[in-house]
């Protein structure tokens, strides 16, 4: 298995992409993981205007680190070993650069099922990646 970057926000389609890379990892025995989750940019003015720059980072990084629970545990059961990272920035702009940055040879996350129409009208974090990366990236529905 190929070093693989796995960005988790905590929904059940990010879930079963973990599920996928356990079962990779299973079959080879081998690979290096990173565990992702990225909080985006802070925009409410009200949070802002009651708030320091540092208690807003602070709480997204508590919020971050929540998201990544249930995929440590699963890892944690299945003895995969993986590093973490909370991002703070644009989410599929963060991604991508994250799995540069770590040297990464892919991308696996999940995805809702939307059909590429409904994911160009409403936007998509996957689809921007899938855009955005010049590394392969695997959906897991």
């Given amino acids: 298995m190929l070093k693989t970057l796995l960005p988790i926000d905590g929904s059940e389609a990010s879930l079963r992409a973990v599920e996928y890379v356990i079962r990779l990892y299973n079959s080879c025995q081998n690979g290096q993981i990173v565990l992702i989750n990225v909080q985006p940019p802070v925009d409410s003015w009200e949070l802002k205007s009651h708030l320091r720059p540092a208690e807003i980072e602070a709480m997204q990084e508590t919020r971050g ?20 990272a909370v991002l703070l920035g644009k989410v599929a702009e963060s991604i991508v ?3 540069q940055e770590n ?10 099922g939307e059909s590429f129409l409904e994911e160009a009208v409403t936007g ?3 689809h921007d990646v899938l855009r955005l990366s010049p590394l392969p990236v695997t959906y897991v529905k």
Avoid: F, W
């Avoid at 249930?70 to 944690?76: F, K, N, P, V, W």
């Fill in 124 to 126: 998509s974090v996957a």
């Fill in 103 to 112: 040297a990464c040879e892919q991308i696996i996350m999940g995805n809702k």
């Fill in 97 to 99: 650069a994250c799995a």
């Fill in 65 to 84: 680190g929540d998201a990544l629970v249930s995929a440590r545990e699963m890892l944690d059961r299945a003895h995969v070993p993986y590093e973490t």
